[in-house]
């Protein structure tokens, strides 16, 4: 039996050190340590209930937005102020703008690289994989990023720019669209919806988004060449690979709901475990047992929670609290928010082989078009001249609530206002679930039951299953501990 | 910005390694390289996000082009684990040689001096262990990103990991590296301050470290590169005709100028945002809201709410640059007392409720 440390991990979003029990060539036990701390609900306590708004997009500059619609979500929450239907048009907008560009800054440039490693050199599929992945001098990397810089082009024009923008208030948006805005950002969304449809899916968006089953995704990738697509190229090799028979967590899913319009969300709110479950939000609690905290007894919920770092804490072995929904460890991400709104190619994927690495992925890709569709659909609705945001006071004694799904998963934000100022604000970010620390029932977070069972190559100091699974959770440690 | 003598070596002494699986072809093999070396720390790697939209051209063109490679990044590169440390192990005992340090994040000193608030992982070192003697082998240091410069928005509030820049604590110099810190060029640590960074603040200064050099004339008094540092966000804001008249928005999607009222420091700010533009056509306030004036120090504590201008019987207590502020006072009334019917309407609605006459063709 080994006991080693990996990381630094880079090609994931901020720091992450993972440490791994291995016996008989493979992963026993695993703790997932966030060692960067810097305190944004501390540094919040005191001000301006409005600042939330400048300071909380500083969480992350790659979940920049979601943040910000968070804050701007319980702002409203807390004064019970609703957007007009541009508002949300183009709040929606913004957030499936940075969602879509990171679900393609995940798929390009932190995960598929990995398949370029001289540790695959050996491999069949190896020669096309590493030419059209490898870091910085594959071919897709001159492709992606002006593809997805000109999607950007959305955001400068809703948001002014990227990351970091206030354009996100409680009530709307503080940038109303012009007539020939709405059809510039329909030639923007074009763009980028060709470029998907000629090189990421080699298909178009409507078909991508019909596959309603694994045999019929099969079907799919059987019916062209392999390397015809970058996602068809993907599933050539983790077919390869047995990706679907690694990384595998606790199969119990959770999802926020996103992309509310009126009273409708594009993607449902709930929770799957073994079937659809009701969602009670009342009994998350985040568990500092773990964690280098200051805490009661108690794990409380976010609505009372406090943030005390405490380096020396004994049991503490990282940063990340750890949140529990009703006690029990969910997983976040597109794979659980396809699964909650229940897409027929996800549902069967997961009933076959579960949560895995390749069913990530592909729950991933699969958003991408789904939400690309949708877009284009909010665009045309946009009213130029009716209003972009709604008004309201915030009340010297509330509380609010702002829930939403970022690209990696649920993300919310609970405030306390007293006397006007911000008494209490606490945060819980997806990659908090995805790679939360052990609980006092000694119960692992996902990545930590994720990363059991996954083969260790004699002599790997970083081992490449590991790789592949935590690249897989796409984490971002920046807003898991904040 | 440069004279006619190159005052630093053009010449890069990096090692080129032919055999180097990452061996950028887009760098032109006559152009001599300037190996990049960076780290992330406290802050939030919006200015590499950022970074990454580069446009015309894209990043991958910009820096070959101009023969920089980056030695490691932590977002673009496909060394993992123990391959980094060995190469940092490399960086710091000069076997693996490179010219630019950047680092992006504030430093993270606390808790109670340890540094132990961001200790790198795998390593057990706290990360301003390695900066420090990371700096101590690069030819120049750039902070990028305000956090990194100044401590930034990761130093607001109390404070409470301690943060600081690489070689300002806010607007006083020393943070981590001590006033007497200078690279091996003699340059101090150049900030490229920025919250986010615009992807070219960055790429220029990169290259003008790869191509000319840059000595301390090239650098404001808090050391941001004058190429973008010597303009103001208020030059190229589309709101100035309202401006002109103190036409101003009094809430969120107002089209108004928002010095008045809802914060805004263009008049102050020094950055070239509206001029450069940011992702396509934007800005932030042409995106609707203020200039928080985020290239400075100190901007993530102005002392009063981002969205309300403090002001005095009035007058906002901030004002524009270089203005005397009797002048400002006589125009901002008489300004006041002309603004057309057309300004003053359209600065409190959010769509153009007036639009522009349209005159005869007839000179009058």
Same mark, same amino acid.
């Given at each position: 039996?080994?006991?080693?440390?990996?990381?630094?991990?880079?090609?994931?979003?901020?720091?992450?050190?993972?440490?791994?029990?291995?016996?008989?060539?493979?992963?026993?036990?695993?703790?997932?340590?966030?060692?960067?701390?810097?305190?944004?609900?501390?540094?919040?306590?005191?001000?301006?209930?409005?600042?939330?708004?400048?300071?909380?997009?500083?969480?992350?500059?790659?979940?920049?937005?979601?943040?910000?619609?968070?804050?701007?979500?319980?702002?409203?929450?807390?004064?019970?102020?609703?957007?007009?239907?541009?508002?949300?048009?183009?709040?929606?907008?913004?957030?499936?703008?940075?969602?879509?560009?990171?679900?393609?800054?995940?798929?390009?440039?932190?995960?598929?690289?990995?398949?370029?490693?001289?540790?695959?050199?050996?491999?069949?599929?190896?020669?096309?994989?590493?030419?059209?992945?490898?870091?910085?001098?594959?071919?897709?990397?001159?492709?992606?990023?002006?593809?997805?810089?000109?999607?950007?082009?959305?955001?400068?024009?809703?948001?002014?720019?990227?990351?970091?923008?206030?354009?996100?208030?409680?009530?709307?948006?503080?940038?109303?669209?012009?007539?020939?805005?709405?059809?510039?950002?329909?030639?923007?969304?074009?763009?980028?919806?060709?470029?998907?449809?000629?090189?990421?899916?080699?298909?178009?968006?409507?078909?991508?988004?019909?596959?309603?089953?694994?045999?019929?995704?099969?079907?799919?990738?059987?019916?062209?060449?392999?390397?015809?697509?970058?996602?068809?190229?993907?599933?050539?090799?983790?077919?390869?690979?047995?990706?679907?028979?690694?990384?595998?967590?606790?199969?119990?899913?959770?999802?926020?709901?996103?992309?509310?319009?009126?009273?409708?969300?594009?993607?449902?709110?709930?929770?799957?475990?073994?079937?659809?479950?009701?969602?009670?939000?009342?009994?998350?609690?985040?568990?500092?047992?773990?964690?280098?905290?200051?805490?009661?007894?108690?794990?409380?919920?976010?609505?009372?929670?406090?943030?005390?770092?405490?380096?020396?804490?004994?049991?503490?072995?990282?940063?990340?609290?750890?949140?529990?929904?009703?006690?029990?460890?969910?997983?976040?991400?597109?794979?659980?928010?396809?699964?909650?709104?229940?897409?027929?190619?996800?549902?069967?994927?997961?009933?076959?082989?579960?949560?895995?690495?390749?069913?990530?992925?592909?729950?991933?890709?699969?958003?991408?078009?789904?939400?690309?569709?949708?877009?284009?659909?909010?665009?045309?609705?946009?009213?130029?001249?009716?209003?972009?945001?709604?008004?309201?006071?915030?009340?010297?004694?509330?509380?609010?609530?702002?829930?939403?799904?970022?690209?990696?998963?649920?993300?919310?934000?609970?405030?306390?206002?007293?006397?006007?100022?911000?008494?209490?604000?606490?945060?819980?970010?997806?990659?908090?679930?995805?790679?939360?620390?052990?609980?006092?029932?000694?119960?692992?977070?996902?990545?930590?039951?994720?990363?059991?069972?996954?083969?260790?190559?004699?002599?790997?100091?970083?081992?490449?299953?590991?790789?592949?699974?935590?690249?897989?959770?796409?984490?971002?440690?920046?807003?898991?501990?904040? | 910005?440069?004279?006619?003598?190159?005052?630093?070596?053009?010449?890069?002494?990096?090692?080129?390694?032919?055999?180097?699986?990452?061996?950028?072809?887009?760098?032109?093999?006559?152009?001599?390289?300037?190996?990049?070396?960076?780290?992330?720390?406290?802050?939030?790697?919006?200015?590499?996000?950022?970074?990454?939209?580069?446009?015309?051209?894209?990043?991958?063109?910009?820096?070959?082009?101009?023969?920089?490679?980056?030695?490691?990044?932590?977002?673009?590169?496909?060394?993992?684990?123990?391959?980094?440390?060995?190469?940092?192990?490399?960086?710091?005992?000069?076997?693996?040689?490179?010219?630019?340090?950047?680092?992006?994040?504030?430093?993270?000193?606390?808790?109670?001096?340890?540094?132990?608030?961001? #200790?790198?992982?795998?390593?057990?070192?706290?990360?301003?262990?390695?900066?420090?003697?990371?700096?101590?082998?690069?030819?120049?240091?750039?902070?990028?990103?305000?956090?990194?410069?100044?401590?930034?928005?990761?130093?607001?509030?109390?404070?409470?990991?301690?943060?600081?820049?690489?070689?300002?604590?806010?607007?006083?110099?020393?943070?981590?590296?001590?006033?007497?810190?200078?690279?091996?060029?003699?340059?101090?640590?150049?900030?490229?301050?920025?919250?986010?960074?615009?992807?070219?603040?960055?790429?220029?200064?990169?290259?003008?470290?790869?191509?000319?050099?840059?000595?301390?004339?090239?650098?404001?008094?808090?050391?941001?590169?004058?190429?973008?540092?010597?303009?103001?966000?208020?030059?190229?804001?589309?709101?100035?005709?309202?401006?002109?008249?103190?036409?101003?928005?009094?809430?969120?999607?107002?089209?108004?100028?928002?010095?008045?009222?809802?914060?805004?420091?263009?008049?102050?700010?020094?950055?070239?945002?509206?001029?450069?533009?940011?992702?396509?056509?934007?800005?932030?306030?042409?995106?609707?809201?203020?200039?928080?004036?985020?290239?400075?120090?100190?901007?993530?504590?102005?002392?009063?709410?981002?969205?309300?201008?403090?002001?005095?019987?009035?007058?906002?207590?901030?004002?524009?640059?270089?203005?005397?502020?009797?002048?400002?006072?006589?125009?901002?009334?008489?300004?006041?007392?002309?603004?057309?019917?057309?300004?003053?309407?359209?600065?409190?609605?959010?769509?153009?409720?007036?639009?522009?006459? #349209?005159?005869?063709?007839?000179?009058?």
């Amino acid at each position: 039996m080994a006991l080693i440390t990996v990381g630094p991990f880079n090609r994931v979003e901020g720091d992450l050190e993972v440490r791994l029990e291995i016996a008989d060539g493979q992963v026993t036990q695993a703790w997932a340590n966030a060692p960067l701390y810097r305190g944004f609900e501390q540094i919040l306590q005191g001000k301006d209930p409005r600042d939330a708004l400048v300071l909380t997009p500083r969480l992350c500059g790659i979940c920049s937005v979601s943040q910000s619609m968070a804050a701007a979500y319980a702002l409203a929450d807390a004064q019970n102020l609703h957007m007009p239907p541009n508002g949300e048009l183009t709040t929606n907008l913004m957030l499936a703008a940075e969602n879509l560009a990171d679900h393609l800054t995940h798929f390009y440039l932190f995960f598929m690289p990995d398949f370029a490693r001289a540790v695959y050199a050996a491999e069949p599929w190896y020669g096309p994989a590493a030419a059209r992945f490898r870091a910085n001098t594959g071919t897709a990397a001159r492709e992606w990023p002006p593809a997805r810089a000109q999607f950007l082009h959305l955001m400068g024009l809703l948001a002014g720019k990227w990351p970091h923008s206030l354009s996100l208030q409680p009530g709307g948006s503080a940038r109303p669209v012009q007539a020939q805005e709405r059809l510039r950002l329909l030639a923007i969304l074009g763009a980028f919806r060709r470029f998907l449809e000629t090189r990421t899916f080699g298909d178009t968006l409507d078909a991508i988004v019909a596959l309603d089953s694994g045999a019929a995704l099969e079907r799919w990738a059987a019916a062209r060449p392999p390397h015809s697509s970058d996602f068809g190229h993907f599933l050539h090799c983790s077919r390869q690979l047995g990706l679907d028979r690694l990384g595998r967590a606790t199969d119990r899913f959770m999802s926020f709901g996103n992309y509310l319009i009126g009273a409708r969300r594009l993607l449902r709110y709930g929770l799957w475990d073994q079937g659809p479950r009701h969602l009670d939000l009342a009994t998350i609690t985040e568990d500092l047992s773990h964690s280098r905290m200051l805490g009661g007894e108690a794990p409380l919920h976010p609505s009372q929670g406090v943030t005390l770092p405490d380096l020396d804490r004994p049991d503490g072995y990282t940063w990340c609290k750890a949140p529990r929904l009703d006690g029990q460890v969910v997983e976040v991400g597109a794979l659980a928010r396809q699964m909650v709104d229940g897409h027929p190619l996800i549902r069967d994927l997961v009933a076959h082989s579960g949560g895995n690495v390749q069913n990530r992925v592909i729950a991933r890709l699969l958003e991408t078009a789904r939400v690309t569709l949708a877009m284009d659909d909010w665009i045309r609705h946009l009213v130029p001249g009716e209003p972009f945001c709604n008004h309201g006071e915030l009340p010297d004694e509330a509380a609010g609530a702002g829930l939403v799904e970022a690209a990696r998963g649920s993300l919310g934000h609970w405030l306390r206002v007293r006397k006007g100022r911000i008494h209490g604000y606490q945060i819980i970010a997806p990659t908090t679930w995805n790679f939360s620390p052990r609980d006092r029932g000694n119960i692992p977070g996902a990545l930590e039951q994720a990363l059991v069972g996954a083969p260790v190559r004699p002599e790997e100091r970083t081992p490449i299953s590991v790789q592949h699974i935590v690249r897989s959770f796409d984490p971002c440690m920046v807003c898991t501990v904040h | 910005m440069r004279s006619n003598t190159h005052v630093f070596p053009v010449y890069s002494r990096s090692v080129t390694d032919n055999t180097h699986p990452m061996r950028n072809p887009d760098t032109n093999p006559m152009t001599p390289e300037l190996v990049v070396l960076w780290l992330q720390s406290g802050g939030c790697g919006g200015c590499t996000l950022s970074l990454l939209g580069a446009e015309s051209p894209d990043l991958t063109a910009t820096l070959g082009g101009a023969g920089i490679r980056l030695l490691w990044h932590p977002s673009f590169s496909e060394a993992s684990g123990e391959e980094v440390l060995e190469l940092l192990d490399g960086a710091i005992s000069g076997t693996r040689a490179f010219d630019v340090l950047c680092i992006e994040g504030a430093m993270l000193r606390g808790p109670r001096g340890t540094g132990r608030f961001h #200790v790198l992982a795998g390593s057990d070192r706290p990360l301003i262990d390695w900066v420090r003697q990371l700096a101590a082998r690069a030819r120049y240091t750039v902070a990028v990103g305000t956090c990194a410069a100044f401590g930034g928005v990761t130093a607001a509030g109390t404070n409470p990991t301690d943060a600081c820049g690489l070689q300002y604590e806010g607007a006083r110099p020393g943070g981590l590296l001590g006033t007497d810190y200078r690279a091996g060029s003699g340059l101090p640590v150049i900030n490229v301050a920025g919250c986010p960074t615009h992807p070219n603040w960055v790429t220029e200064t990169l290259m003008a470290l790869a191509l000319d050099g840059l000595t301390a004339d090239d650098l404001d008094a808090y050391r941001r590169p004058r190429m973008y540092a010597d303009h103001l966000v208020h030059h190229g804001c589309t709101r100035n005709e309202f401006y002109e008249y103190k036409a101003s928005a009094r809430r969120h999607s107002d089209l108004g100028c928002m010095m008045e009222h809802l914060g805004c420091l263009g008049t102050q700010a020094h950055g070239d945002c509206n001029t450069r533009l940011w992702n396509g056509q934007g800005s932030c306030t042409r995106g609707g809201y203020a200039c928080i004036n985020c290239t400075a120090p100190e901007f993530e504590e102005p002392g009063h709410a981002f969205a309300d201008t403090p002001s005095i019987a009035g007058i906002p207590i901030g004002l524009p640059t270089d203005m005397p502020k009797a002048w400002f006072v006589a125009l901002a009334s008489l300004s006041k007392a002309a603004t057309p019917e057309r300004l003053r309407r359209n600065a409190v609605t959010d769509h153009l409720a007036v639009p522009p006459a #349209v005159r005869g063709t007839k000179p009058r």
